[in-house]
Each structure stands twice: as structure tokens, then as C-alpha cells.
């Protein structure tokens, strides 16, 4: 499974971070930047330092999950 963090400068010069699990596993980094280019333009989401005014940068996480036998 991958997961996309996306990190972003707001209003109140602080950085928030929004993360989407399960993305795509061929997502470009042209669709990234689309994809943060139209959350600030949309104004689409707000944290507690503020509306999301600038990107600051992204990145795509892998994620392994192994069971383990409980005993």
C-alpha cells in the first residue's frame, strides 16, 4: 500500500500536513502537484494555523504490513 503526504505552508506561517492512504501505485509527481495546486485553489480544506496558502513539498510512503502470530 502507498500513502501520498503532501505538506503545505498556511496562512498562520505554519506547515500542515494531509496524508491519503491507498493512492494509486503509478500517481506522478505531475498529479501530485496538480492535486495540491487544486486543494489551495479551492481553498477545499483549513487546519487550526490557518487556510493552506503554499506547498511546501510531498512525498509517497510505502507501507509493508506483516502479520505477527499472537500468543
Do not use: C, H, P, W
Request: hydrophobic share 40%; charged share 30%.
Amino acid at each position: 500500500m502507498k500513502k501520498l503526504s503532501m505538506k503545505f505552508v498556511t496562512s498562520g506561517d505554519e506547515v500542515a500536513t494531509l496524508t491519503v492512504n491507498e493512492v494509486r501505485e503509478d500517481i506522478s509527481d505531475a498529479e501530485v502537484n496538480s492535486l495540491m495546486d487544486e486543494i489551495i485553489t479551492q481553498d477545499a480544506l483549513y487546519s487550526s494555523s490557518g487556510s493552506l496558502k503554499k506547498k511546501k513539498g510531498a512525498k509517497i510512503i510505502d507501507v509493508t504490513e506483516t502479520e505477527v502470530e499472537v500468543l
